[in-house]
């Protein structure tokens, strides 16, 4: 136990007396949070419109009209020819470029039918596909709007409620799920970089000599960074508090038991991947690999149900969609432990095998 | 210049004979873009729907039939009450509830419940119901005819017709690949000489200072460049990517932003001491932000102004747009020479810092 001491303070004393380490651990985490929550936000609005209007009628500025006063759409230049419209779209000046055919009220009023054009640049096809269900929906009113006193289709849609998110603020989403990410990239990184560099600077072997037992090195070298995960985790939600005032429905004790166990296994992982490398070089690498893999599959910017059959599968076997999943339902809904307990006992058992495996790994050499 | 060559020599040396390293760099990009392609997306599909029906009549049977047979949804749970429903939202095991209260249809009581933690998928799903649910409704009325007055839309879809993912992800895992070889690991390479003392004994050698350096990037210039090429050939093999602008201007535009990485990877490393800085630093300020803010996945018009404004001086940024532009656009250098102009701005602003933060003595 008394020895146990001894290690902590010696690397509480290494990782603070390096200024910028604890810059990184304590100050970027906020900044980070500060910009990724505003970054990593998926609606899309302001998309660039552009109208060819070669009918220019009352029906044409009208539905002109509709376009401009949507929330979703930037009316930013007329083009004087289809031609043009293309060209906008290819210099990324325009999202999206709306052709009204010349007769088109004529040939409204007349024929009772008409033909708008739509080009949508559509790389992006997430944003392409809004784009185009917010255009129709507008045509769709135009419609809708110029038929009436025609005849009377009323027709009644199912009402719905958000739950949980009322407002349906972005924030309230994305906060909780960056938090793991940053608790995650102090766990994963700076544990296993740490046993990294006593091997690769050879301060390992004089350890090594030492009267020191594997188990007490191990929980030396883990528990100042499961310590600094967990105060990180505590100024990353009281910041997500202060500034973007995410809801803490649920009890805040589960989210740090549940943070505890999670962190448990990612300083697991990070114990297990520098038993099986030499260098900082090749551990970063390799941790890097994995976080990029675990980060994608986490849910935390796709949704997992999205994803085919084999590949959930996968995100059974990975702890950081286990945690996103977890911080959102306490956070935001309330789940109490017995809602979450099979992400528990996921969890528990994850930080058990990794961390048996990294201790079997773990030679007693430099 | 022979002292230039052993020079590369040796740092082509230390990269082949770390043979994990050299596995993740050429394993890292297949992965990605692997995963990018088939397993990550963002359509929203095949959500859990749970439904509380307490009409038990033959069209709340046949909506729910209807519902449960779109790709959309899929079938989760019966329930009895609202408590329910909020059990099963608590744990996570639905996305959205249906409930048919008596006598639904004619008093149009139909009720949509979404779990809107996440707020996009909570919209597109409830749209995705009202659709079906007017479409059920429409299909009930016996009187079929024309309404008059219709309007047509004839939607294109420019250079990406299925609105596959895979077509954003591409140029986004190629950019992170190459800030990753290029900028990480020149950093780190970099540092760790001095960290092990080795760069002392470089800087007392007869070379000269800039051959060191441009010793030590070269062969990185050449797996990025190798890089480039695997994920080329990967997306257009096995995701049917076009290539349809030039393929030299591609290379040449891809060499371009290798060589802005570089100079910031030299640039980092004469800012810093240790490793583990440098490792953080790089993954901190270059990855993240690079990750996040070229518009690789998040829509940078969606972002608030000053993040906006962040995100122009982000080499990536101009990367992404330039590689969209003459791969999928197939533009030629009459479109993209702004973005050019800017990214060789980058490269030399680097360059210059990096050469005037450069220390020959390292311990002072």
């Not at chain 1, 070669?54 to 539905?63: I, M």
Request: hydrophobic share 55%; charged share 15%.
């Amino acid at each position: 136990m008394k020895t146990i001491l001894f290690l902590l303070r010696k690397e509480f004393l290494q990782i603070f007396r390096n200024r910028v380490i604890v810059v990184m651990i304590f100050v970027m985490p906020i900044i980070q949070l500060l910009i990724l929550a505003n970054a990593a936000d998926y609606e899309v609005r302001n998309l660039v419109l552009q109208v060819v209007d070669q009918d220019q009628t009352t029906y044409s500025r009208q539905l002109i009209g509709h376009f401009a006063a949507s929330n979703y759409f930037l009316l930013e230049g007329m083009p004087a020819s289809a031609k043009k419209g293309t060209v906008a779209i290819a210099r990324d000046e325009a999202d999206l470029v709306l052709d009204i055919p010349n007769g088109f009220e004529r040939n409204l009023l007349r024929d009772g039918a008409a033909a708008l054009h739509l080009n949508i640049n559509a790389i992006n096809g997430v944003k392409a596909g809004l784009a185009n269900s917010y255009a129709q929906a507008i045509i769709r009113d135009f419609n809708q709007e110029i038929r009436s006193g025609i005849v009377g289709t009323t027709q009644w849609l199912p009402s719905y409620r958000y739950w949980y998110n009322p407002e349906m603020d972005y924030y309230t989403f994305m906060v909780p799920g960056i938090l793991v990410l940053l608790v995650t990239l102090v766990g994963m990184f700076l544990s296993g970089l740490n046993i990294v560099k006593e091997k690769e600077i050879g301060t390992i072997e004089q350890i090594n000599v030492s009267p020191i037992r594997k188990s007490q090195f191990v929980i030396g070298k883990l528990l100042p960074f499961w310590l600094i995960a967990l105060v990180e985790l505590a100024i990353g939600l009281f910041a997500g508090w202060l500034v973007f005032s995410i809801p803490i429905v649920g009890s805040l004790g589960l989210v740090f038991g549940f943070a505890a166990l999670y962190l448990l296994a990612v300083l697991g992982i990070g114990l297990f991947i520098s038993t099986i490398t030499e260098t900082q070089q090749q551990a970063m690498f390799i941790s890097w690999f994995f976080l990029v893999i675990f980060i994608l599959m986490s849910g935390l910017f796709t949704p997992i149900e999205s994803m085919p059959d084999w590949a959930r599968a996968i995100t059974r076997l990975n702890p950081v969609a286990y945690f996103v999943d977890v911080i959102r339902l306490v956070l935001l809904k309330g789940s109490d432990w017995w809602a979450i307990r099979w992400q528990m006992l996921a969890m528990g058992g994850f930080a058990i095998v990794i961390n048996a495996a990294a201790m079997l790994n773990y030679r007693k050499r430099g | 210049m022979r002292s230039l060559f052993h020079i590369i020599q040796k740092e082509v040396w230390h990269i082949l004979r770390d043979r994990r390293t050299l596995l993740i760099l050429f394993g890292m990009p297949i992965m990605q873009i692997l995963l990018f392609g088939f397993a990550i997306t963002n359509e929203i599909k095949e959500a859990d729907v749970a439904i509380l029906d307490r009409a038990h009549d033959e069209h709340s049977h046949a909506l729910t039939e209807r519902l449960i047979a779109s790709e959309y949804f899929i079938f989760a749970a019966n329930i009895r009450s609202e408590q329910e429903l909020e059990n099963l939202f608590q744990q996570g095991d639905i996305k959205l509830g249906i409930i048919f209260p008596k006598d639904w249809f004619a008093s149009a009581g139909l009720q949509i419940i979404a779990d809107a933690t996440d707020p996009n998928t909570a919209t597109t799903l409830v749209n995705y119901t009202q659709a079906i649910v007017a479409d059920y409704l429409r299909d009930q009325q016996t009187v079929t005819q024309v309404p008059p007055r219709q309007i047509h839309t004839e939607l294109r879809m420019l250079y990406n017709q299925e609105l596959a993912s895979v077509f954003m992800f591409v140029p986004g895992v190629m950019t992170i690949i190459l800030m990753l070889v290029s900028a990480m690991m020149t950093s780190i390479a970099l540092t760790r000489e001095k960290e092990l003392g080795t760069m002392e004994v470089l800087l007392v050698s007869p070379l000269r200072p800039v051959f060191i350096i441009l010793g030590k990037v070269a062969p990185y210039v050449i797996l990025s460049m190798i890089n480039t090429a695997l994920i080329l050939l990967l997306s257009v093999w096995v995701f049917a990517m076009p290539i349809r602008g030039s393929l030299l201007l591609l290379f040449g535009e891809s060499l371009l932003f290798v060589l802005t990485a570089l100079a910031l990877g030299i640039f980092i490393s004469t800012r810093t001491d240790s490793q583990q800085v440098a490792m953080l630093f790089s993954l901190m300020v270059l990855m993240l932000p690079t990750i996040l803010l070229s518009g690789f996945i998040f829509p940078i018009e969606s972002m608030p102004l000053p993040l906006q404004m962040i995100s122009n001086i982000i080499p990536a940024k101009w990367f992404i747009i330039i590689i969209k532009d003459v791969m999928l656009k197939g533009v030629g250098m009459a479109y993209i020479w702004e973005e050019t102009l800017i990214m060789a701005g980058m490269f030399l602003i680097f360059t210059l810092l990096s050469i005037r933060n450069f220390n020959i003595r390292l311990s002072s």
